[in-house]
């Protein structure tokens, strides 16, 4: 089955203590991104991935890190964390020339920071 | 920078009654426009999306949109509204010369009453 798996659906941590989120496509998707959804804000891009080892900012990367060192597995990592990152994480991946056809996204991941 | 507003955060209709759900983007070139659904707990999924080809849409669940290029609109409709269709939508769009970024609205949450 075509999907988009992260891991895991639900986190609470403390400030300051490392974390990685991964995901992981098996639909050899050039294209991945990653997003954090918020109330009254919508989705906005944290960074994105054109392919392996070719990574770049979005709209809100303050605070966060990715890698793309295979093609299937693009983990978002949080250094520090700080309560201005609780929110919910999507994964979402696209084939080849971007996102002019359809975006296949992850089933999220809740994130609690206290 | 493009951009997309959808207006109204909350849209409440009955059962049976039509639903107009509202996106307008402003792009300077041709967009791919795309609609997405989110149920409780779960990722986004495509409705239906417009790529240059057809103005009128058909996606999934009996949903379509039109294109107005005039407007700079991509209303999304559906004739008659069933409890399942109880969830939020977003818009989202890519421009044509540079797809290595989607950008979502803020998103409409559809209640339907019996």
């Known amino acids: 089955e075509a999907q988009v798996t992260q891991n895991p659906r639900y986190l609470i941590t403390v400030t300051g203590k490392k974390l990685t989120v991964t995901c992981s496509q098996n639909?050899?998707?050039?294209?991945m991104s990653w997003y954090r959804q918020d109330p009254g804000l919508g989705l906005r891009q944290i960074y994105y991935?054109?392919?392996?080892?070719?990574?770049d900012k979005g709209d809100v990367p303050e605070g966060y890190k990715v890698s793309r060192k295979e093609k299937r597995n693009f983990p978002l990592i949080l250094e520090s964390p700080s309560p201005n990152q609780t929110s919910l994480y999507f994964c979402?991946?696209?084939?080849?020339?971007?996102?002019?056809?359809?975006?296949?996204f992850g089933q999220g991941t809740r994130l609690t920071v206290v | 920078a493009q951009s997309v507003t959808q207006l109204g955060s909350h849209v409440s209709v009955s059962e049976g009654a039509l639903v107009l759900l509202r996106c307008n983007y402003s792009s300077s070139v041709p967009p791919y426009l795309f609609w997405y659904v989110q149920y409780p707990n779960q990722g986004l999924q495509l409705l239906l999306k417009?790529?240059?080809?057809?103005?009128l849409v058909k996606g999934i669940n009996g949903f379509e949109a039109e294109f107005k290029k005039s407007e700079t609109s991509f209303h999304l409709t559906k004739p008659s509204a069933h409890m399942s269709d109880a969830a939020e939508y977003f818009c989202a769009v890519s421009e044509t010369y540079n797809t290595d970024k989607l950008i979502f609205g803020t998103g409409t949450r559809l209640q339907v009453f019996p």
């Open positions: 979402a991946s696209s084939p080849e020339g971007g996102y002019r056809t359809e975006a296949f």
């Open positions: 639909m050899n998707h050039e294209y």
């Open positions: 417009y790529t240059s080809a057809a103005t």
């Open positions: 991935s054109m392919n392996v080892e070719v990574t």
